[in-house]
């Protein structure tokens, strides 16, 4: 009888790795894809790298693809309402290489306005360089109109303890006055013209 044997050790580690490998990019891709907030990687200057489908409906587009070629043809900043806004989030992000709770009111794809929550990191090269930005956008505008309302309860409220403490010091002033009136009307005759 006469056989041979061949070593396979290292393929089978290498197909196991790899079948490991292909798991895991899986997972990734379907946590980025389920993700319930809007997330994305931009380069500095506003080109938009990668989104996930929540922030492309966040935005109101109807695909990640149809977000990307908007905005190839305008500037990432056009989104903001207030000039500038994306300039101070790019300082922010360059002085402390991540910025938490950034919020802006955006326009969406048909012009209505919304309120933001950006938290981003930024991705840095070998040489230090600015490579990319990385973040989460989450829709705020239900709680910001919340603290709005709750605000003008606020304004309301002291409104309302103000205008009580004045109707009570009047109050008082008014008491005393009809006080002695009263008072008065018993010194002066039923028939006198002054009663």
Do not use: C
Not at 61 to 90: C, D, N
Not at 133 to 158: H, Q
Not at 179 to 192: E, I
């Amino acid at each position: 009888m006469l056989g041979f044997a061949i070593d396979v050790t290292e393929e089978v580690q290498v197909r196991a790795a790899l079948e490991a490998l292909r798991q895991s990019e899986a997972r990734y891709r379907e946590l980025f894809e389920h993700a319930v907030n809007g997330l994305y990687r931009t380069t500095p200057t506003g080109r938009i790298l990668v989104v996930n489908p929540a922030f492309a409906t966040l935005l109101g587009f109807p695909s990640e693809a149809e977000m990307v070629a908007w905005f190839e043809q305008q500037p990432l900043a056009t989104i903001y309402v207030e000039a500038g806004r994306r300039e101070e989030f790019m300082r922010r992000a360059q002085r402390q290489d991540r910025v938490v709770d950034f919020e802006s009111e955006v326009r969406r794809r048909d012009g209505s306005v919304i309120w933001v929550s950006e938290n981003v990191r930024v991705v840095r090269a070998a040489d230090g360089s600015v490579e990319s930005y990385e973040g989460v956008v989450a829709d705020i505008t239900a709680r910001r109109r919340l603290e709005a309302e709750m605000t003008r309860a606020s304004k309301l409220e002291a409104v309302g303890i103000l205008a009580g403490g004045i109707a009570h010091d009047f109050n008082n002033i008014l008491g005393a006055i009809l006080g002695n009136a009263d008072l008065a009307l018993k010194d002066v005759p039923p028939d006198h013209p002054a009663r």
